[in-house]
């Protein structure tokens, strides 16, 4: 994909997100292009169809998730996006997955790096994170998968937004 159809797919997706999740997201995006990546958001929001394949074709374990949610006038209001490496789509090496994942960190996301893992895994891997080491262990099995934090799915569900703060000091609910 050409750059120029990468940026237009990205600012696509990003308009179908939460606005405080967008804003952490596009700052995902911009430290992973200083990185030299590039970053593509592949999905952002999905109708409660489109979650119901991804559960029954073993690509999602929720019925309802982040990327389902909408605004109480029905407008997507994403709050989780699938970020993937847009030179390897279907095959993100190792440090594209780590980059992602210690930028997505650094701006209050998670990702899905350690998900499936035993607790003793995750705890190495979130080390491996944090000194930017090299990791040849397992990785969890949505890596791609950025979403917000301080709220569960349930709690998305029922309407309730994070509250993120931007730099300016402006609380985005």
């Not at 750059?3 to 308009?15: I, K, P, S, V």
């Not at 209001?77 to 210690?102: C, T």
């Not at 790096?113 to 891997?125: R, Y």
Request: aromatic share 6%; with cysteine; proline share 5%.
């Amino acid at each position: 994909m050409t750059d120029e159809a990468r940026l237009d797919l990205n600012r696509r997706h990003l308009q179908q997100c939460h606005p405080a999740f967008r804003h952490r997201l596009s700052l995902v995006l911009a430290r992973l292009q200083t990185l030299g990546e590039r970053p593509r958001i592949q999905q952002a929001w999905r109708s409660p169809e489109e979650q119901m394949q991804a559960f029954t074709t073993g690509h999602s374990k929720l019925r309802w998730g982040f990327h389902n949610a909408t605004s109480i006038e029905g407008i997507p209001e994403a709050l989780a996006a699938d970020v993937l490496d847009d030179d390897h789509p279907l095959n993100p090496s190792r440090a594209y997955l780590f980059a992602l994942a210690r930028e997505s960190r650094a701006v209050g996301l998670s990702t899905g790096i350690d998900w499936g893992l035993p607790t003793a895994i995750k705890v190495a891997l979130a080390k491996a994170l944090v000194h930017d080491v090299a990791w040849e262990g397992k990785i969890g099995w949505d890596a791609c998968h950025v979403e917000v934090t301080g709220v569960t799915v349930a709690q998305a569900k029922a309407g309730i937004r994070p509250a993120m703060l931007l730099p300016e000091g402006t609380l985005i609910a």
